[in-house]
């Protein structure tokens, strides 16, 4: 029987990105000496996605007497450093390995950063495949970066799958178009009424993890 494909987004789906960015903002306006109401202002720069333009930008506003370099590198590594991934989250991606899923992570950004947090949480080594946006300009929405994460984890788009992640455009709107299935992690947000629906909706990662475990046994029941 074919191995079933789920593809999971990284940021505030698997890891809490948001909250990670909060702390480290703080700490590198203490860091540098800036003020507090600064605080804001650089976590606006980085809220989006972040990549080594975005330190050319806060060094040449800052003047900051270090390198775009440097700044860059000591982001991958405070980031790194104080990112995670739930015990429990982690146990559920090994359990749909176990269950038989090929399991992917498709997420936008750049290379540095992505893979930094993926090896720092311990999800890189319970996966079977990932795919950064940077490393083939390929950004979801686009099919294209959807069809590379699912060679990444040997297999192609018209064989099917789910799609998982937060984000109603570049997650549920892209995988949709990419032929997948979609669980969208509401994060305590509501649906934005006039886009199409996800096939389901869930508080967080876990309870789509739930979710396609009880799919997975129901179709080895019917096929039984």
């Not at 739930?86 to 390995?97: G, I, Q, S, T």
């Not at 799958?161 to 178009?177: A, E, F, K």
Request: hydrophobic residues 40%; aromatic residues 6%; contains cysteine.
């Amino acid at each position: 029987m074919q191995r079933p494909l789920v593809l999971f987004d990284l940021d505030n789906t698997l890891v809490d990105r948001w909250g990670t960015l909060v702390d480290w903002a703080a700490e590198f306006a203490a860091r540098h000496g800036l003020e507090d109401e600064e605080q804001a202002h650089i976590l606006d720069m980085v809220a989006e996605r972040t990549y080594p333009s975005t330190f050319d930008a806060i060094r040449t506003r800052y003047r900051l007497p270090v390198s775009t370099a440097e700044l860059w590198r000591a982001y991958c590594t405070d980031i790194a450093a104080s990112v995670s991934c739930a015990a429990e989250v982690l146990d559920d991606l090994d359990a749909l390995r176990a269950a038989g899923w090929r399991v992917g992570v498709a997420t936008n950004g750049a290379v540095d950063i992505q893979r930094a947090k993926l090896r720092a949480t311990g999800i890189a080594e319970r996966v079977d495949g990932v795919f950064v946006s940077e490393e083939a300009d390929a950004r979801k929405p686009q099919t294209r970066h959807f069809a590379l994460a699912a060679a990444r984890c040997g297999t192609v788009l018209s064989d099917g799958g789910w799609m998982v992640g937060d984000n109603p455009v570049n997650d549920i709107g892209g995988g949709r178009s990419a032929g997948l299935r979609t669980i969208w992690i509401g994060n305590g947000r509501s649906w934005p009424p006039d886009d199409p629906e996800p096939d389901h909706t869930v508080p967080h990662v876990r309870a789509a993890i739930d979710l396609l475990l009880l799919h997975s046994a129901s179709h080895t029941r019917t096929t039984t």
